[in-house]
């Protein structure tokens, strides 16, 4: 009689179907979302996938750091962690183009494999995965929102959320055990929440900058295949040229100045001995309001329709970083933090604080130390109370839960309290739940019960 682990194994050669959402389109399917969704319909966890179906490198100097693949930062992006897993799960669903759910088509104007140009944290719109689910379809996340860049929703122009509306969390690890699309890693709420979600970024229109990012982004993943192979440096270096020529009466230093670079950076980029970032052609792209596609595809014609406009304080550059700490006045901004942080409307965070003076986190702890320092811990305690609060919630809901399978007459097993409060409550939940049962049920814990609930607590304390 074969033994009991076989039954629980995955077959090595199970079939695996489905259709990535969007494909082609500006608005599709990121790879780690795909994996989420792939796991869903074959009735098994992602863990399974990455544990059944062979070796997941995701790159030499993260390897031995990390405790799984799904801990590794560039997934979507377009290094060697993207394409292995790009590869294998091109392998197990018979498909050849889920290369085209990371940055890997772009690889060419990418740094680093993709981690300078993505988030370190998982964003989204609320109001698109309000839609999804709305349309009867299972809630998927866009490659877009991924893109450091891209900070607000170019179909809804309102900014995309890092926290949970409900317990306040963020999340850097989609492919956690009990993620599911669309849904927090944690409480596991739906994050297409948009009243919680606007709640908390109320008073934070998106900008000008903000939204021709956005749009543009989303129109440079909108290319077709070939127009990704006609994509070259050669293009770009021929655009630049034209910029000078066409929007600088031909001075490579006003150049310079407008996109905040150093002059001899810009002479490497005419003579072709250095290659430029996304991040890079993003920026000329507003400053003369030419689109991404055009740089990328030696559009000369777009610059018969240019402009000139400023590039934002935030968008800082090495030269700007020098310049500002003489001419900027940070008593003032001193002032104006400690004053928003007295107010109706304290600040959310240091990141909020940071964008409120059009700086970088990392300029604010080290011009502001003090103001940097009570942020921090005004947001963590501010955390630390929801926490309490929802832990309080918690046990409200679970003592329910148990009392209504008791006057059932049904045995208040945690699978059914689970069902009843909704997935996701546990393994939080377990101490509670353990905590309640015996006043509740009326009689005490068998020994295997009081043991699991000994196991429990000496996790919680850990």
């Known amino acids: 009689m074969p033994e009991a682990h076989h039954y629980r194994a995955i077959p090595r050669r199970a079939l695996f179907h489905l259709e990535p959402r969007a494909v082609g389109a500006w ?31 995701y790159g030499s100097r993260l390897r031995g750091k990390s405790s799984g693949p799904t801990k590794a930062p560039n997934i979507n992006g377009a290094g060697e962690c993207a394409r292995s897993w790009s590869a294998a799960f091109n392998e197990l669903t018979g498909r050849e183009d889920l290369e085209t759910l990371t940055l890997l088509p772009f690889a060419e104007f990418v740094r680093l494999g993709g981690g300078a140009h993505l988030h370190l944290r ?56 009990d993620c599911l699309p669309g849904h927090c890693g944690f409480c596991q709420h739906f994050l297409g ?13 998106p900008t000008e900058y903000e939204l021709w990012v956005a749009r543009d982004f989303g129109n440079l993943l909108n290319l077709s295949k070939d127009e990704v192979t006609r994509a070259s440096h050669e293009n770009v270096r021929i655009m ?20 905040r670079f150093a002059r001899g950076t810009v002479m490497n980029w005419m003579a072709g001995g250095r290659r430029i970032s996304l991040t890079v052609i993003s920026s000329l792209s507003w400053i003369y309001g030419v689109p991404m596609r055009a740089w990328l595809l030696g559009e000369v014609d777009a610059w018969d329709r240019h402009c000139c406009r400023e590039l934002p304080r935030e968008i800082h550059r090495d030269a700007d970083f020098r310049a ?17 942080m007295a107010s109706s409307q304290p600040l959310l965070g240091v990141t909020d604080a940071a964008r409120l003076e059009n700086m970088t986190v990392e300029t604010l ?51 059914r309290v689970a069902t009843r409060l909704g997935r996701g ?12 049962l ?23 304390k850990a």
């Open 27 to 57: 608005d599709r399917q990121r790879l780690t979302s795909y994996v989420q969704h792939l796991a869903i319909s074959s009735q098994i966890s992602p863990h399974a996938l990455r544990d059944h179906y062979g070796q997941w490198p």
């Open 122 to 177: 998982r964003m989204w719109c609320s109001r698109c995965l309000e839609n999804d689910v709305a349309t009867g379809n299972l809630p998927y996340e866009r490659l877009l929102w991924s893109i450091k860049q891209v900070v607000v929703c170019p179909l809804h122009e309102i900014p995309l959320v890092s926290e949970c509306p409900h317990c306040g969390r963020s999340q850097s690890i989609e492919l956690s055990r």
């Open 193 to 205: 929440d948009g009243v919680l979600s606007n709640t908390r970024v109320s008073g934070s229109e």
């Open 240 to 259: 630049i040229l034209k910029a000078i020529t066409k929007a600088c009466d031909g001075r490579p230093r006003d150049f310079a100045e407008n996109l």
């Open 324 to 340: 500002r700490s003489h001419w900027y006045d940070w008593e003032a901004a001193r002032s104006r933090l400690l004053g928003r």
């Open 365 to 415: 702890r080290n011009r502001l130390p003090d103001v940097y320092k009570l942020v921090r811990d005004a947001a963590a305690s501010k955390r630390k109370e929801a926490g309490e609060e929802n832990l309080v919630r918690l046990r409200e809901r679970i003592r329910a839960s148990i009392e209504e399978l008791v006057r059932d007459g049904i045995t208040p097993t945690r699978t």
């Open 425 to 436: 409550l546990f393994p939080k939940g377990e101490a509670i739940y353990w905590e309640e």
């Open 438 to 460: 015996p006043s509740l049920v009326g009689q005490p814990l068998s020994a295997k019960a009081m043991e699991r609930a000994a196991v429990v607590r000496a996790k919680n």
